[in-house]
């Protein structure tokens, strides 16, 4: 079985090179490239450009919604914002709700994996469709929060469900490839590593209860996500096979070696982990496995093709040996600390945390790049290490 690695080292911004299946037919119709799925893939966490805590201004280079006066969150998540960060007209509210704007609460980035994968930066109001070329779009449907009901049958923050938004985008474009990010809501990933933050405030560790909460999860979240796969091909079903259909993985937002060795408040402040090394630890080696093989386990299954991130920004994860705080590219954090601890030195909003962040979304749209143009079925992005 051929396995495609993918060295990611560059930092530059590429000319478009995919050109779908050769078996597509042609059309005057635009092509486009199409994301779905969860936060991880819609751009929560774009926000940023590496971790700081600094806490005014533009916070040491790295927060791209500072304005030169104040804070406008809307920059990087147009309309799909919702948070603390925006103008009071803006209609949003502190918090994930409050607004009857469709996508309100989605925070689709401008920097998202799939407008990020071919250097598009000119991204309408909803950060849902690239327009600065006519002929071919990067589209972005995916939702923070979304589960797998997204994309089936359930509509989700004022927006139809996922397939259905595709269907719509079917017949005014040529789709040459889809890429799915979904099963970590299904999993509740976020509630569990809230769950491991409250232990640590307390002194105890998570991994050993968490652990078994995820094992009974897996296999119905496995279930779920072929769901989801099979609602796109019903969305896709007239419109021919000449297209491609990703399936890909989740990395490691939490290092198994560590820049500041140990447990106590402050180095878990300072680097914005409010966790034990030993449950940092147990995450990067036990949980983001399990889920990458239960993910791949479904796209062998469901004969979809496969992009494996699981080491895709190893090196750049939070508190990581390799890297570090700042707004330097080329040795940056490529993931969102949870900043302050929600306390008075907090940065934007809680729900960031833990998400690739601005650096992270155009490494991870180089490896979408790259398993685009791939033949074959699996596609493997290695980190910086190689």
């Known amino acids: 079985m051929r396995t495609s690695i993918v060295v990611v ?38 926000r940023w450009a590496g971790n ?21 969150a809307r920059k990087i998540y147009g309309n799909t914002y919702v948070g ?18 469709g996508g309100a609460g989605c925070h689709r980035s401008d920097s998202a994996e799939v407008h990020s994968a071919f250097g598009h930066t000119v991204i309408d109001a909803d950060r849902r469709e690239s327009t600065d070329d006519p002929t071919f779009k990067s589209i972005n449907l995916a939702c923070s929060g979304a589960r797998s009901m997204h994309i089936i049958d359930t509509p989700f923050k004022g927006e139809q469900p996922q397939s259905q938004q595709l269907a719509e985008v079917a017949r005014r474009t040529s789709i040459q490839g889809i890429v799915l990010s979904i099963g970590g809501n299904d999993l509740g ?50 419109n021919g096979n000449g297209y491609k259909l990703i399936v890909q993985s989740y990395p490691s937002p939490l290092p198994s070696r560590f820049r500041s ?23 990067y080696d036990w949980v ?17 093709e496969f992009l494996d991130l699981s080491g895709a920004l190893a090196g750049r994860e939070v508190r990581s040996p390799q890297a570090t705080q700042g707004s330097d590219p080329s040795t940056a954090e490529e993931f969102r600390f949870l900043a302050g601890f929600a ?17 992270g979304q155009l490494r991870l749209g180089r490896c979408l790049h790259t398993a685009l143009d791939e033949d074959g079925f699996e596609h493997t992005c290695a980190s910086i290490n190689g």
């Not at 790295?62 to 406008?72: H, I, K, L, P, V």
């Not at 140990?262 to 090394?277: I, L, S």
Request: charged share 20%; glycine share 10%.
């Open 189 to 238: 990933l976020s509630e569990i590593l809230s769950s491991c933050a409250k232990s640590w405030a307390t002194s105890r560790t998570c991994a050993a209860e968490q652990q078994k909460v995820i094992e009974d999860r897996l296999p119905k979240m496995r279930k779920e996500v072929s769901r989801a796969i099979l609602s796109i091909r019903q969305a896709m079903a007239g």
């Open 288 to 304: 983001s496995p399990n889920i990458n093989r239960a993910l791949e386990d479904v796209s062998l299954e469901m004969n979809t």
């Open 9 to 46: 080292v560059s930092c530059l911004l590429f000319s478009i090179s995919f050109t779908g299946n050769s078996n597509a037919q042609p059309t005057s119709r635009p092509r486009a490239v199409v994301s779905l799925g969860d936060s991880f893939i819609a751009g929560e966490g774009g």
């Open 52 to 72: 700081s805590n600094i806490a005014i201004n533009d916070r040491g280079g790295t927060d791209r919604a500072w304005t030169g006066t104040s804070y406008d």
């Open 343 to 359: 306390g008075q030195f907090s940065q934007g909003d809680l729900q960031e945390a833990f998400h690739p962040n601005y650096f």
């Open 261 to 283: 060795p140990g447990d106590g408040y402050w180095v878990g402040w300072e680097n914005g982990t409010p966790f034990y090394m030993s449950d940092m630890v147990w995450f």
């Open 84 to 101: 603390g960060d925006s103008p009071a007209d803006s209609g949003s509210t502190s918090g994930s709700g409050g607004s009857d704007r």
